[in-house]
């Protein structure tokens, strides 16, 4: 069974598939590195994701014990 955060962080390699690749501050959207977030990009996603599951996804399931 899933935890409530792994549901999220899943939501969030659903909503971008380089959720898990580091960006660095520098790069920018014309750097080397195309692909990825910074760390205030992923908690800005994660967040965002977490207040979908916890208003619309949450209150119609049932976590087993």
Same mark, same amino acid.
Not at 30 to 48: C, F, H, M, N, Y
Not at 49 to 55: E, G, V
């Given at each position: 069974?899933?935890?409530?955060? +792994? =549901? =999220?962080?899943?939501?969030?390699?659903?909503?971008?598939?380089?959720? /898990?690749?580091?960006?660095? +501050?520098? $790069?920018?959207? /014309?750097?080397? =590195?195309?692909?990825?977030?910074?760390?205030? +990009?992923?908690?800005?996603?994660?967040?965002?994701?977490?207040? =979908?599951? $916890?208003?619309?996804?949450?209150?119609?399931? +049932?976590?087993?014990?």
């Amino acid at each position: 069974m899933k935890t409530r955060e +792994e =549901i =999220i962080t899943s939501m969030c390699y659903t909503w971008r598939h380089d959720y /898990g690749l580091d960006k660095q +501050e520098h $790069d920018g959207p /014309g750097g080397l =590195i195309s692909a990825g977030l910074t760390d205030v +990009e992923r908690k800005l996603l994660w967040r965002q994701m977490a207040q =979908i599951f $916890d208003n619309n996804i949450a209150p119609h399931m +049932e976590f087993k014990q």
